[in-house]
C-alpha cells in the first residue's frame, strides 16, 4: 500500500489542532506529522512531540541539505517545514500522514504529490470568532495575536484551493465531517 498525504491547514485558533487529534484518536492508521520549527517551545509543549524546535541556524542548514518536502517562514523570523525523513518514516510502518500546516505549504505539497494527497481547511464562523479562540487559548502576545489575525485574511482568501472546506462552528459535526472526508479517501 501506497501511504497517502491528508493536509489540513486554517487560520491559526480555528480549531484543526483539536479535530486532528480527535481524528487521530478514531483512525488507527493514521499518524501526525511532527513538523520542524524555530518558534519559542510554548508551555506544555515537547520537543519532539509537538514539533522539533529547531535553532534558525539548524534550520537554514536542513534546507541547505534539501532535507524539506516544504517549508514557509509562516510569522516573520520564524521557519515551519515538514521533514522529508518524517513521512517517510511513517509511510514505511504502513499509516497515512496527517499534516497540520499553513496554506501555502498544503497547496504546495498537494500540487506536488496530486491524487495522493487529500487537502482540507478548516473554517471559523469568523475573524471576530477566530479571535476569541486565540484570547481563549492563552497562548499568544499582542503581538503575535494581531499578526496571526492580519495573516487570517490572506488564508482565508486561499480556500477554494482546497479538496475541502469545513466549517467548525459546532465541534462535534465539524469533526464527524472530517472524519468522513478522511475515512473516504484513504478507504
Ligand atoms: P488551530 O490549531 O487552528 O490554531 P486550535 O485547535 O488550537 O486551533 O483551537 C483554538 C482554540 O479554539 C482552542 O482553545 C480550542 O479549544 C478552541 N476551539 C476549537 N474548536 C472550537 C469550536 N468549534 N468552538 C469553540 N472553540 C473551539
Ligand atoms: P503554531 O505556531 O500556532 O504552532 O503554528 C503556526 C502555523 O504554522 C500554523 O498555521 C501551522 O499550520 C503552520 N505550520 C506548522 N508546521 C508547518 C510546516 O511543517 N510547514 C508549513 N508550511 N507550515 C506549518
Known amino acids: 500500500m501506497e501511504g497517502k498525504l491528508i493536509v489540513f491547514s486554517s487560520p491559526s485558533g480555528a480549531g484543526k489542532t483539536t479535530i486532528v487529534r480527535r481524528l487521530l484518536q478514531k483512525i488507527l492508521n493514521l ?3 511532527i513538523s520542524a520549527c524555530t518558534r519559542a517551545i510554548r508551555p506544555g509543549e ?17 534546507i541547505k541539505n534539501n532535507e524539506f518536502i516544504e517549508w514557509e517562514e509562516v ?10 525523513s518524517e513521512a517517510e518514516r511513517i509511510w514505511q510502518k504502513g499509516s497515512h500522514v496527517i499534516f497540520d500546516i499553513d496554506v501555502k505549504g498544503a497547496i504546495n505539497i498537494k500540487k506536488k504529490y496530486a491524487d495522493r494527497a487529500l487537502t482540507i481547511f478548516i473554517k471559523a464562523p469568523s475573524l471576530k470568532a477566530i479571535e476569541e479562540r486565540l484570547k481563549g487559548r492563552e497562548t499568544e502576545d499582542k503581538k503575535s495575536l494581531a ?32 472524519l468522513d472526508a478522511v475515512n473516504g479517501f484513504i478507504n
Do not use: H, M, P
Open 31 to 33: 499518524e501526525f506529522s
Open 75 to 84: 510569522y516573520k523570523g520564524s521557519y515551519y517545514g515538514t521533514l522529508k
Open 46 to 62: 515537547q520537543d519532539g512531540r509537538d514539533y522539533y524546535f529547531l535553532s534558525t541556524k539548524e534550520f537554514e542548514e536542513k
Open 147 to 178: 499578526e496571526r489575525l492580519e495573516r487570517a485574511k490572506f488564508e482565508l482568501s486561499c480556500e477554494d484551493q482546497f479538496d475541502k472546506v469545513i466549517l467548525n462552528d459546532d465541534l462535534e459535526k465539524a469533526v464527524q465531517e472530517a
